[in-house]
């Protein structure tokens, strides 16, 4: 699995939206994980979305309702949309993929290959 590359963040009002992107550089897996997790100073890392290829897809409370996770197929990237933005919601977010599962997990020790991180800020 070749680098992945996270981006899309920046600074944002609250209430606003922003759209995440995760693509990988190399060849893709047919079956897999893909989430996305977050981290705020002084915070331990948060998983936030999961997709896999049969397009199952699981969110934490924390942003049920608000993001939506997506991928087209194994060759596009991964999306994470994200509406009605919170300050809480300012971190660092990254994108992780693993093996297939039926339900992706949301805990970070699911996944072997991580993007960098991109910043998104939501000021109040």
């Known amino acids: 699995q070749d680098e992945m590359v996270a981006s899309g963040g920046g600074l944002v009002q609250a209430g606003g939206s922003l759209r995440l992107s995760c693509a990988s550089a190399?060849?893709?897996?047919?079956?897999?994980?893909m989430a996305w997790f977050r981290q705020a100073p002084g915070k331990d890392r948060e998983g936030i979305a999961a997709?896999?290829?049969?397009?199952?897809?699981g969110y934490a409370d924390s942003v049920k309702g608000r993001f939506t996770v997506s991928k087209d197929n194994a060759k596009n990237p991964l999306y994470l949309q994200m509406n009605n933005l919170k300050p809480e919601d300012t971190a660092v977010y990254y994108c992780?993929?693993?093996?297939?599962?039926?339900?992706?997990?949301?805990?970070?020790?699911?996944?072997?290959?991580w993007g960098k991180g991109t910043l998104v800020t939501v000021s109040s």
């Open positions: 992780a993929h693993g093996p297939f599962d039926r339900i992706c997990s949301l805990a970070s020790n699911q996944y072997n290959y």
């Open positions: 190399g060849d893709t897996y047919r079956n897999y994980c």
């Open positions: 997709i896999n290829n049969k397009y199952a897809k």
